[in-house]
Structure formats: structure tokens, C-alpha cells
């Protein structure tokens, strides 16, 4: 009996033992993991303050678009025997550099594309590929804290081609004012006092002249969507045949890793370049001025493959 009592007794106390034991270990669980969490939150907030430390942001995105075709005794079709194809690239680099009491942010833009047909009935044809796409713009801008979102500025800004007739015509804006950047995705750039060379060569009807530039650039990021847009606008105080402005737009959304989907477009209004391309083009009779040019609004897209570096 005695014996029975106490191998009750031992194993009562062993229940208690050992549930107070794993008691103690839920909670001393509990107390790590709630020490881990505070931990991760410190590195996280660290992370978050090393992204926003200012200095130098390097990177890329760019867009590839292309598409090759081939067809032989498709009767169906004018050309039943040709081969065709579309191939487009735009870069975008950037690197900005952010300090306690200036900025300075330099951007490209590069949209080359070269376009081929090839009719194999017609063996004289030309039957390589063709430059289509034709875009180079440089920007640098620099500004100096009057206030927290106000900046003594100066910026440079340079636009021409690579492909064909590289710098004729090419422009470059020089100038000073101020920038204001009331969030940090957008950036407006007003310099009244702003010169812009036009560089040619031989007689043309390209001039250069002094006046106002307007640069605002937006971008933007939503999840695996990134956004850009830019808006540069001069203003000749000479005549505004010599004014000009471009805006661009760039779309690109992640799919797998740094891949993904882009989308490319932009609008251009200059008369210089319209008048130029006129007179080049012109048949017997007289020749196109500024008052009967037929300026037209300058368009382009790209739609294709992204790539985020």
C-alpha cells in the first residue's frame, strides 16, 4: 500500500513538475520571439535609413521591342515574297546625387530602332536595315537649398541624334533660375534667364536665341509598375518659331525578376525642325517659310521588353 501511495504521489508531482516546466518554456518561447521581432524592426529601420542616406543613386531601365517576319508565295499579300523586320531599343541611366543642402541629378535618354523590308522580287532593292528611331537627350541639373523644397538652380540640356546627322541639327539649353521639388517625385525646373545653341551645318534655317526653359520631370513607382515622365520646353524671347518642346513618357512594369513589359512614347513640337525638313524636301516651285510650314505635331512610340538594371 505504502508503495502504491507513493508512485501515485511521485507521478502527481512529476505532472506538476513538468507542466510548470513546459509553462516556463511557452513563455521563455514567447520572450524570444517578441525579442526577434524587436530586433527585425531595428534592422528594418536601419535598412529604411540607409536607403534614404544621401548620396549617389546609380541604375537603368530600358525597353526592347522587335519583331522579324518572313513570306514566300503568300499570293494573298502585294509582296508574296519578302522579308520584314523591327528592331528598337531605349536606355535610360541616371545618377543623382542628394546632399543636406544641394542636388545633382544627371539623366540620358537613347531611342535608337532600325527597320528593314525586303521585297526578293525586286533583287535591286535595298534590303538591310534602316535607321527609324533616332533619339539622344542629356540633361544635368544642380541646384543649391533656399528653402526645403526651393533651389537656386542651373541646368544643362543637350538633344540631338546618334544614328543620322549626329549634332545637325543638336541643341543645347544653358541657364539659371529655380527648381522646386514640393514632393519628392517631381521636380520643376523654371530658369528665365536660359540660352539655346543650335548647332548646324551650312546654310539652314536653324537659329540660336535666348529665352526661358521649363523642365519638369515626374517619376513614380506603384508596385512593380515604374513610371517616368519628362517635360522640356523652351521659350525664345527672339520669336517663337524658334521655340520648341518635347515630352516623353516611359512605362514599365516587372513581370519576373528584372523583366517585364515597357511601353515607350513621346511628343515633340518644333518648328525649326519642320521648316528644315520642308525645304530639304521641297519640289520646283518656292520654297516653305515659317508662315507656311506645315507644322505637325512629331510622335513615337515603343512597346516591347523592359529591363531594370
Known sequence: MKKILFTLAFLFTGTIVFGQ????????????????????????????????????????????GGSLSQ??????????NNSAGRIGITVNPYAKLDRENYFWYNTAQINLGWVKFDDKDKPTEDDGFKESNDVFNLQSLFGYSLTEKLFASTLLEYRSTILNNFNDPGYLDLGVGITWKPISQLTIVVHPLNYNFVFSSGDSVFDSSFGAKILATYERKIGGLDYKSNFSMFQSYKSSNLSNWTWTNVFSYKVWKNIGLGFEFGLRDNKQEALNFAINNAGEGELPTFDTVDNKLQTYWLLGLSYDF
Open 21 to 64: 516546466t513546459l509553462e516556463e518554456l511557452k513563455d521563455a518561447k514567447k520572450q524570444k520571439e517578441d525579442s526577434v521581432s524587436a530586433i527585425q524592426g531595428r534592422i528594418d529601420a536601419l535598412k529604411g535609413q540607409i536607403d534614404e542616406y544621401p548620396g549617389w543613386k546609380t541604375g537603368a531601365f530600358g525597353t526592347i
Open 71 to 80: 513570306f514566300n508565295n503568300w499570293y494573298a499579300q502585294g509582296f508574296p
